[in-house]
């Protein structure tokens, strides 16, 4: 007879294949939205933005409450023009690019409002507008 072969196999058992799957991807709504200037995943919001006055080691850059779809490098201290912080390189989980960093320690009292906060590279993103495909 033949055995019925459906429910031999477990699903989930055996994970040989390691088939690498993608990086889970954030899509975030809202009127603008700003991308990886490399591969256009979504970044940031408009409202995530705290300023837009901030300085990288591009040119311009914003200051922001929240950033997604990135992964973080390695903690360093860095001493930046306001002082010496704790920061760690952020970087696109897409295209791995390196966008901005996040400041996780500022030494300095007048700077301890940016910790946990991110600066992002003008020159790393791009603003994509999404208010036409509102219906
Ligand atoms: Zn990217």
Redesign the pocket.
Known sequence: MVANNNSSRKQGVDKDDETPSPPHQVYLNGDQVYT??????HLAKNDDIISKGFQGRHGRAYLLKAVHNISLGPKEDRVLMTGLHSVADIN??????V?GWIYIYAFEDSQKYKEGKYIVEKAKISKENFWVQRM
Do not use: K, Y
């Open positions: 990886c200037s490399g591969c256009h995943t696109c989980i897409i295209c791995q690019s966008v």
